[in-house]
């Protein structure tokens, strides 16, 4: 295990295996969702109440998902980063920030475009709505804190406490529809119980959420490649692989 | 089907579109940017390999 670890922290082996894992996220990422548009957009029955506005649903949802999930490996990776002091765990968590803040603005924009004609306004300040907003500057603190110092060890450290320190946010976000009233509906399908939504809707959004973490594999396995030539420039590894 | 029916979206269609117009371009944007970010570091980290 601590080989396996080690080896893996070793940034000409990241780096290598990275650029081999890529293409394969890339290209099923790809496979799914354009898969998933189809039967979400054609396939999926209408529903009852919301029409078609629901189908919304399935590009809302996943990008919800996922900007929870980015920051939780963000903060994850921050956290060994701190403990073990392993430099490409802060390259990672680094890498996830961008991706994580477009998720949670993808959210944020279809969850409003979807509540015009279901709520009857774009923005209500109630407790989902409100925490998936503060998960964006969180996002955008983290990235602005980063380019703030010149020094990358020191931007990882600082970078390093803020996202754990944000990641209390996550829960909130997921248990603010059933902490608080909110006009946002409470959850349908992460529910321990039977899911309450349709099987032949549900399952062009798992294919959906499936797509998007693949793509979030192929878009963090690029970015930690760049990265990890950033912070290894004067590393022997990469004079001698040329 | 019926093409004009699919596009009306049940009187949705702005609503629809929109949504996905928008998933698309954040889409297109993280790849673009993803890339860029790994091409951008490999041609500079080529640049000084030459210069050494």
């Known amino acids: ?242 | 089907m019926d093409v004009q029916e699919f596009l009306k979206m049940g009187g949705y269609a702005g609503y629809v579109w929109s949504a996905y117009g928008l998933t698309a371009l954040v889409l297109l944007w993280n790849w673009w940017a993803a890339r860029r970010c790994e091409t951008n570091e490999q041609l500079s980290a080529r640049r000084r390999s030459s210069v050494d």
């Open chain 1, 1 to 242: 295990m601590w080989l396996w670890i080690h080896k893996f922290g070793s940034p000409p082996h990241a780096y290598r295996l990275l650029g081999k894992l890529a293409p394969w996220f890339g290209w099923s990422a790809l496979a799914l969702i354009v898969g998933a548009t189809y039967w979400g957009l054609v396939e999926a029955p209408r529903d009852y109440q919301q029409g078609d506005a629901f189908r919304i649903l399935y590009v809302h949802a996943p990008s919800a998902w996922m900007s929870m999930f980015t920051y939780v490996v963000m903060a994850v990776a921050a956290g060994i980063g701190m403990i073990w002091r392993i430099k490409l765990a802060h390259a990672a968590a680094a890498a996830c920030a961008p991706i994580g803040a477009s998720f949670t603005f993808l959210a944020l924009a279809t969850g409003s475009i979807w509540g015009k004609p279901m709520w009857g306004t774009w923005w209500v300040w109630d407790a989902r709505l409100t925490s998936e907003l503060i998960l964006l500057f969180l996002y955008l603190g983290y990235m602005a804190l980063r380019s703030s110092f010149d020094d990358p060890q020191r931007a990882d450290r600082a970078s390093a406490v803020l996202a754990l320190v944000g990641v209390i946010n996550v829960p909130i976000i997921h248990y603010s529809v059933e902490w608080w009233t909110t006009l946002h509906q409470p959850a349908s399908v992460t529910k321990l119980d039977k899911p309450s939504i349709a099987m032949e809707m549900l399952y062009p959004l798992f294919l959906m959420m499936l797509g998007f973490q693949l793509y979030f594999g192929w878009a963090i396995s690029r970015r930690l490649r760049g990265e990890i030539l950033r912070r290894e420039r004067n590393a022997r590894w990469l004079q001698e692989s040329r």
